[in-house]
């Protein structure tokens, strides 16, 4: 696994929107916002031209999204890359994108979640280069940066760290901003869940995941080197993270009946699910008994529920690095390992 060098004071944090823009001025001042907080600490900030531009979920072309951010892989002056947003079209641009001179450039951090799993996802198992799972841009433009920000910062600073799970979470409902630098609206308690109700859980190995819908879109694709990826790293065993945005539970039992049956949970450790901002349950099965139905046969520890994805605040994970999940009576704590 390649890790890309320690991200440094000076540094440039760069931003580009391989999937959607961002259009509305009160995000813009969040932006703006966000390189004033990150100069604070010590870090220059620049912008593609495409992330204040949209049209119809686009940033731009899928050529010109592929173009700014080779440029900014490329920039000498670039430590990490923060996505803009997420969105839906991100896999136009991966056709795009020079994959070849990808692997053949001393990597950089990529940071982005959501649909920015075409990027992260194709980092780690075609690139073999460790990313992060976690926050986009827009989150550092908040009024006092969340623990959780500073996190991803102190990954790519080169810090092998115990994350704890959060006390509060966000309600997951999706309300108008009004103030541009506000913070996450903490209202719900933060409960770990074990699948098969284990009161303790420990499991470790090198980690993969993302947003399902991106994941299993790759499936039999040019793209899809997965089974290569955990046959290379079976010797330490692989630990999934998985999420979704809006899904219903029949949907994701047959995602999770797809990647089981197309090889990917072979030498898998455990698994750990994020919270979904919408969970439809229909014919009358909830997530737990949806889960329990996709990997009874599997054998494996579950966790779900985590401070992983699209619920703020989110955990953010070092992708194609080794991970240490522990759980112990709905808390956990998640280290990360450069080997």
Same mark, same amino acid.
Not at 142 to 158: H, V
Not at 276 to 295: F, R, S, V
């Given at each position: 696994m390649q890790y890309p060098k320690n991200l440094k004071i000076g540094d440039?944090?760069?931003?580009?929107?391989?999937?959607?823009?961002i259009t509305k001025e009160i995000n813009w001042k969040r932006l703006d916002n966000a390189k004033e907080n990150l100069s604070k600490l010590g870090y220059k900030y620049k912008e593609t031209s495409n992330v204040r531009t949209d049209?119809?979920?686009?940033?731009?072309?899928?050529?010109?999204?592929?173009?700014?951010?080779?440029?900014?892989w490329q920039d000498k002056e670039t430590g990490a890359i923060i996505s803009a947003a997420g969105?839906?079209?991100?896999?136009?641009?991966?056709?795009?994108?020079?994959?070849?001179?990808?692997k053949e450039l001393e990597p950089k951090w990529f940071q982005g979640y959501s649909d920015?799993?075409?990027?992260t996802y194709l980092l780690t198992t075609l690139a073999d280069i460790a990313c992060?799972?976690?926050?986009?841009? =827009?989150?550092?433009?908040?009024? $006092?940066?969340?623990?959780? &920000?500073?996190?991803? +910062? /102190?990954?790519?600073?080169?810090?092998? *760290?115990k994350q704890e799970s959060f006390e509060k979470c966000e309600n997951g409902e999706w309300s108008e901003r009004i103030d541009p630098y506000e913070e996450y609206n903490l209202t719900c308690k933060s409960e770990w869940k074990?699948?098969?109700?284990?009161?303790?859980?420990?499991?470790?190995?090198?980690?993969?995941?993302?947003?399902?819908?991106?994941?299993?879109?790759?499936?039999?694709?040019?793209?899809?080197?997965?089974?290569?990826?955990?046959?290379?790293y079976k010797e330490d065993g692989i630990v999934w993270f998985l999420e979704a945005c809006e899904m219903s539970t029949p949907i994701i039992y047959c995602k999770l009946w797809q990647m089981k049956n197309a090889g990917y949970f072979k030498y898998c450790k455990g698994i750990i699910f994020g919270?979904?901002?919408?969970? =439809?349950?229909?014919?009358?099965? $909830?997530?737990?008994?949806? &889960?329990?139905?996709? +990997? /009874?046969?599997?054998?494996?520890?579950? *966790?779900y529920d985590a401070d992983i994805g699209h619920i703020a605040p989110q955990i953010?994970?070092?992708s194609g690095g080794i991970l240490e999940i522990e759980y112990e009576k709905g808390k956990g704590k998640i280290t990360n390992y450069f080997k």
């Open positions: 440039y944090i760069s931003t580009t929107a391989p999937s959607e823009g049209n119809q979920g686009r940033s731009s072309s899928a050529e010109e999204r592929a173009k700014q951010f080779m440029e900014l969105g839906f079209f991100l896999n136009e641009m991966i056709d795009k994108i020079d994959w070849k001179k990808i920015n799993t075409g990027i992060i799972y976690g926050p986009n841009v =827009k989150d550092y433009g908040m009024r $006092n940066l969340y623990q959780n &920000l500073e996190n991803s +910062l /102190k990954i790519m600073s080169g810090e092998e *760290i074990s699948l098969n109700k284990e009161e303790h859980l420990h499991f470790k190995g090198r980690s993969i995941g993302g947003c399902v819908n991106v994941i299993t879109d790759l499936i039999g694709t040019k793209y899809d080197k997965t089974k290569e990826y955990i046959e290379k919270r979904p901002i919408i969970l =439809k349950e229909e014919y009358d099965m $909830n997530q737990e008994e949806t &889960l329990k139905e996709a +990997l /009874k046969d599997l054998n494996i520890p579950v *966790i953010p994970i070092l």
